[in-house]
């Protein structure tokens, strides 16, 4: 992770330094850092996992895995410089003797034994159309909220009539993503940055001074091209000057990404039709005040940051309201935990209060959701059950 504690006036305690520095702006990027402090604001450096070693000006070393291209965000690395979960942890625990991955398989239940309190295996469709039955002493789910609710529903049985872990009715329910919003700007000078996804902003991340309630955090997307413009010109026919052609509105394009809560609410979830179909229920208008009041905040300020004014456009590349199911990239909630089996399907080690050997580690057990990535709030919470874990095992 590289990053800089102190930055973010909004961050909490922390025990250490992040283990390497920021990744440094580019020109246009140090600029409007430099305008938004001149505004008494205070951005920071994004803390973001990426394999790079720069030089003094912020470029990639010759050894350097990560090459600062323009493609960090929403897009996958063929160098493998992401610091993500493949890169980090699946590969380098696939090379000890004693762990192996199974691909091509497909989880449909997990069994109990009579009582239902132990899961006796793990039913899985392989890649050959064959069914296996994996045991372990521990069981460990981490599919995604979506999916760890979906398996723990069709996991149901008579000792669970209502889905495995569920006799408090919240599998599957509070889901929650973020209310986002992916915007461009237009620099009035060209902007030349490739790697762009190295600012954030969380001045209003706890209110306004007109709003006292949350209103979330800014911060950069990667780099917008003309192709990418290109595919959504519809959307922006009318508001944008037809004479600046798209190549030439990429070169001035500035790209933030703003990020507001979600509430857990139970009628926002996950379920099961009677053909066993998955269907995910959202509430749009979830707690969007804030989000709304913040892309306020940014556009006004557009003209003393450089940028023209009026035009901070929808970048429908990203934004959820264009795709309002399919953006499941931060979902989280649906499995939560907590101190009470009657609104909570797992304890506070994330094991499930009704089966003993059951444990579910990913964002799904989350109870709410900051306006923030939740990946590394993921990672910290798996190391703390692995630790947990390792100690049960003795």
Known sequence: MHGRHGEDPSEGPVSAQYAHPPVEHEARIEQLSADLE????????????????????????RDSICIRCDRVDGFPCVLDAKADAQVMCVDPALRHDNVSMVTGAHVTRLETDASGRTVT?????????????????VVVVAC??????????????????????????????????HNNLA????????????????????DWYLGSPDWDF?????????????????????????????????????????????????????HNRVTLDADDGIHLAIDEKNNVEGLK??????????????????????HSIYMHKGM???????????????????????????????????????TSFFPSIGAVNP????????????????????
């Open 214 to 266: 949350p209103l979330g955090g800014i911060q950069m997307l990667g780099k917008s091209d003309a192709e990418q413009i290109r595919a959504n010109a519809p959307h922006w026919a009318g508001r944008v000057s037809p004479e600046m052609p798209f190549a030439e509105l990429a070169h001035h394009a500035v790209d933030f990404w703003l990020c507001g809560e979600d509430l857990p609410e139970p």
């Open 144 to 177: 995604g909220a979506v999916n760890s609710a979906v398996l723990l529903l069709r996991s149901a049985s008579d000792a669970h009539p209502n889905g495995l872990a569920n006799g408090s009715d919240v599998v599957g329910r509070h889901y929650m993503r």
């Open 324 to 362: 309002p199911i399919g953006a499941t990239a931060h979902q989280a909630g649906t499995v939560r935990f907590g101190t009470d089996p009657a609104s909570s399907a797992l304890d506070v080690n994330c094991r499930a209060h009704e089966v003993d050997n059951l444990y579910v580690v990913d």
């Open 38 to 61: 001149k505004q008494g604001l205070h951005p920071f450096h994004l803390p973001i996992g990426v394999q790079l070693t720069q030089d003094e000006h912020g470029r990639p070393t």
């Open 375 to 394: 990946s590394l709030t993921a990672i910290a919470n798996a190391l703390r059950v692995g630790d947990h874990l390792i100690e049960r095992l003795g």
């Open 183 to 202: 915007m461009m700007g237009l620099s009035i000078e060209p902007n030349e940055t490739r790697f762009q996804k190295t600012l954030a902003l969380n």
């Open 293 to 314: 009041r913040l892309r306020h905040e940014l556009e006004r300020r557009l003209g003393d940051l450089g940028m023209q004014e009026h035009h901070l456009l929808h």
């Open 121 to 137: 295996a793990v039913v899985t469709e392989l890649g050959d159309g064959t069914t296996a039955r994996f045991t372990a002493d």
